[in-house]
């Protein structure tokens, strides 16, 4: 009885076909997985490429910012002179006038 | 390894199209008796497929490729059939093995008996169908579905004792056709 129900079990477990045009639905599917969006496929040998000019553009960029630095640091110790300058000047102007006008009551009291 | 699997393993989009036409009607007739949903297989089916074509250079061999297909098709049929248990029932007029009727036997019966197999909880569904669709035995069926051999048997053993009861009961085709 027991070979029976086996072999009814295989009979009614046949393997049957999916529907029409499953293969090329798979298809289609590994494509748009592929190559998402409508982008081309970027080549593997383009990686090592675009790492390469990645890398240099940050070097670039790297080294623009750092003379970007020092030149403002250049013209901030420009104008921190130029303005120590005009001080002094001022300081001397100050003193001069102070001079002059003590040097009269002094002539006059000699 | 046959040459279609290592075209497709180098990247030949028509290989892999040849290795999904040679395993598309076991994979898909796995997925179709576990879920009993046309579209649900085709859907599970079509997973499968694209998940070998992301690992397809892990498959070693073809025998190694069909164990593969086996276990990923039953173990995504199984985690579908755990979210949506509704796919469990399935009345009799909604068998969707009609088309699988084979020409030996009865008609009736066969679609009966798949009616009854797709009551039978998800893990012990999985062990009768690889026992008697992809014919395998209790051992090969342990390793792909990663359970202890004695397991297997005991499912295959209450399996057979559940659907042979059921057959048996007076009425019993009849009594499962009109099942609400």
Redo the contacts between chains.
């Keep these: 009885?027991?070979s029976d129900?086996?072999?009814?079990?295989?009979?009614?477990?046949?393997?049957?076909?999916?529907?029409a045009g499953?293969?090329?639905?798979?298809?289609e599917?590994?494509?748009r997985?592929r190559w998402p969006r409508g982008r081309l496929p970027m080549h593997p040998h383009w990686l090592p490429t675009a790492l390469a000019a990645s890398v240099l553009a940050a070097l670039v960029l790297g080294y623009g910012w750092q003379v970007h630095r020092e030149r403002q640091g250049l013209q901030a110790r420009q104008q921190l002179i130029e303005a120590l300058r005009l001080t002094g000047e001022k300081l001397d102007l100050a003193y001069r006038g102070v001079r002059d006008a003590a040097r009269p009551a002094d002539d006059a009291g000699a | 390894m046959c040459d279609s699997l290592a075209r497709a393993r180098s990247g030949d989009a028509s290989a892999f199209t040849e290795l999904v036409r040679r395993h598309q009607r076991a994979v898909y007739s796995l997925a179709l008796r576990m879920l009993t949903d046309p579209h649900q297989a085709e859907d599970v089916a079509q997973e499968v497929f694209i998940r070998l074509h992301r690992k397809l250079t892990r498959v070693q061999s073809d025998a190694h490729l069909v164990f593969w297909l086996r276990q990923v098709t039953t173990r995504l049929a199984i985690d579908r059939l755990r979210r949506e248990p509704r796919h469990e029932l399935l009345p009799l007029e909604e068998d969707p093995g009609i088309a699988g009727d084979s020409a030996d036997g009865d008609p009736l019966l066969q679609r009966h008996l798949r009616a009854l197999i797709a009551r039978l909880p998800p893990a012990a569904r999985a062990v009768v169908l690889l026992r008697y669709q992809e014919d395998l035995d209790p051992t090969d069926i342990a390793e792909v579905l990663q359970m202890p051999v004695n397991t297997v048997k005991s499912h295959l053993k209450r399996s057979l004792a559940s659907l042979r009861e059921m057959l048996g009961r007076p009425g019993g085709i009849i009594a499962v056709a009109e099942r609400p």
């Excluded at chain 1, 129900?5 to 529907?19: G, S, T, V, W």
């Design positions: 009885m027991n129900l086996e072999k009814q079990l295989r009979d009614a477990l046949r393997p049957i076909d999916p529907p499953f293969a090329t639905r798979v298809s599917r590994t494509q997985r």
